[in-house]
């Protein structure tokens, strides 16, 4: 203990000594520990295999994180790449830990299948080789819903304190060459304290209001007549936007419209981060019902929307059809959910998805889905694709670039920060258009040549690099499989799902020579 001029002890704390250790230790000291919750839902079911294998597993690889740490313990981590390298390792490696219990409470499951498991459900895809849930036990699949939540826990409190002040993972559509308010405030927060420190800043105030509104919703399913493990799970995997569900969706769940209802409240949570981080980084926010990403995504949900609702009026009318009030007000339901989930990237469909795609008529609706899922949700949050702010940054340099054809001499208004989203921040996110472009054709390549047919592989890609594992059942024109595909092409989709979490620009960061320089 060390004493202050006020009197105070300034505290050599468990909480300052846990953060001189790497970060992925605390991550897997953090895994360790979680491993408890499933062991004791299994033993107060009965199922004493299961309880053992995560109990088991638990002890050993909590003592194992206390050896590395004590070997670790002069080792300080102060830079942010070292962050990166460690957010890396946490959606390859140390899903090879998170696996065990898995691999050893299912005996038919390999380890490449469990691997699979943990990288899809820590990076909050979601995808699962298991189609049939009731072939895992039930704490497997409050396991698999523990992952995806705690990895969904990670990018919140990961984007807001190691992505911001290095202006990645969106907030570089925003930052100005000679720097904007925000991003002039990102870089104060950077300079003025190390990652570790920012970690617990915003860890201290994030953690609770996560773990609140996961609460709160399974509170609220409960209370609309879910099953109450059902509900936990479904809160976490919205929460997440993991889509991790152990009853196959919520086209089985007993709670129906009205549970589909609040769920849809909190996909408000995956579409900005207004939503939740207003006054967390002392940045000025626009309000909700102003906010740029927001706006953004009710107006593609309400143009798909329409798309999907009146073309039954225009071109798939049909005379014998049953056209009553009930089966349209269905119809447009299922497609406002649907819509919603995809967008970001949670992959929840509606249980009147069906009367939907019956409703418009169309032959795959789902391509539509597989777009919503390319776009994503909000920067700072944990959905993934591109995101909003990005497909508004390009929106925004297009109609820009339609005025001038009409008005060449004309200059272009709205303020400093509106021009610097239609210049740079158009460039920037035209940039990471490409990369995601062109990773998913080489993730369709390196598909194709485990012997992927092309439909399958572009819908896989997709789904992988845009964190939507439940889009392979509703994407393509037949439901695809996990389980069908070989086991190197589960590898090649795990680790895609790792990239498309982190995002193509960190990894680039990883690489340049510069970022590694002192």
């Not at 981590?77 to 409470?105: D, G, H, I, N, Q």
């Not at 699949?141 to 990645?168: D, K």
């Amino acid at each position: 203990m060390q004493s202050t001029g006020l009197g105070q002890a300034q505290p050599d704390s468990l909480a300052h000594r846990l953060l001189n250790r790497p970060f992925i230790v605390l991550l897997m000291g953090i895994g360790s520990l979680a491993m408890i919750a499933p062991a004791i839902h299994a033993l107060a079911e009965d199922d004493h295999a299961t309880s053992r294998a995560f109990i088991y597993s638990a002890l050993l690889f909590f003592v194992l994180t206390l050896f590395v740490g004590f070997a670790t313990a002069n080792y300080r981590l102060t830079l942010s790449r070292s962050y990166l390298v460690s957010l890396l390792a946490a959606f390859v490696a140390l899903p090879l830990m998170l696996a065990v219990p898995m691999f050893e409470a299912v005996p038919s499951m390999t380890f490449i299948e469990a691997w699979f498991e943990a990288v899809s459900s820590i990076t909050t895809t979601g995808a699962t080789l298991y189609d049939n849930p009731y072939r895992l036990p039930s704490s497997v699949h409050l396991w698999r819903a523990i992952m995806g939540w705690l990895g969904g826990l990670l990018m919140w409190v990961a984007a807001i304190s190691i992505f911001a002040p290095l202006n990645i993972g969106g907030f570089e559509v925003r930052s100005l060459r000679g720097g904007s308010a925000s991003s002039r405030s990102l870089s104060q927060i950077g300079r003025a304290s190390d990652p570790s420190a920012r970690m617990v800043r915003f860890g201290a105030k994030l953690v609770p209001l996560y773990t609140a509104l996961t609460l709160l919703l399974w509170l609220c399913l409960i209370a609309v007549g879910e099953v109450p493990f059902v509900a936990i799970c479904h809160a976490m995997s919205v929460m997440a936007t993991s889509g991790i569900s152990p009853v196959d969706g919520l086209i089985y769940a007993p709670s129906g419209f009205l549970g589909e209802f609040v769920i849809l409240l909190f996909f408000v949570f995956a579409l900005t981060r207004v939503s939740y981080s207003r006054g967390l980084t002392g940045v000025q926010l626009s309000p909700l019902h102003k906010d740029k990403e927001f706006r953004m995504a009710l107006s593609l949900i309400a143009i798909l929307t329409a798309v999907l609702f009146l073309r039954h009026g225009l071109f798939a009318f049909d005379e014998n059809a049953n056209h009553e009030l009930g089966a349209a007000m269905r119809a447009m339901w299922g497609a406002i959910f649907t819509i919603t989930s995809f967008l970001t990237t949670t992959g929840f469909e509606s249980a009147e998805w069906t009367t939907t795609r019956d409703w418009s008529g169309l032959g795959t609706p789902g391509l539509i889905l597989v777009g919503l899922s390319v776009i994503g949700g909000g920067v700072a949050t944990t959905a993934g694709g591109i995101k909003l702010l990005r497909v508004y940054a390009l929106w925004k340099h297009g109609q820009r670039e339609i005025e001038r054809l009409v008005h060449p001499s004309s200059v272009g208004g709205a303020g400093a920060s509106a021009r610097q989203i239609r210049r740079q921040g158009a460039q920037i996110s035209w940039v990471f258009f490409m990369i995601f472009a062109i990773s998913i054709s080489g993730v369709m390549v390196l598909l194709s040549l485990t012997g992927v047919q092309f439909e399958t592989a572009l819908v896989l890609a997709v789904s992988a690099l845009s964190t939507t594992g439940p889009l392979a059942s509703i994407g393509a024109e037949s439901p695809i499989s996990y389980a069908g595909v070989p086991d190197l092409a589960k590898v090649i989709l795990a680790l895609a799902m790792a990239l498309g979490r982190l995002e193509a620009l960190a990894i680039i960061a990883l690489l340049n020579p510069e970022f590694w320089r002192r």
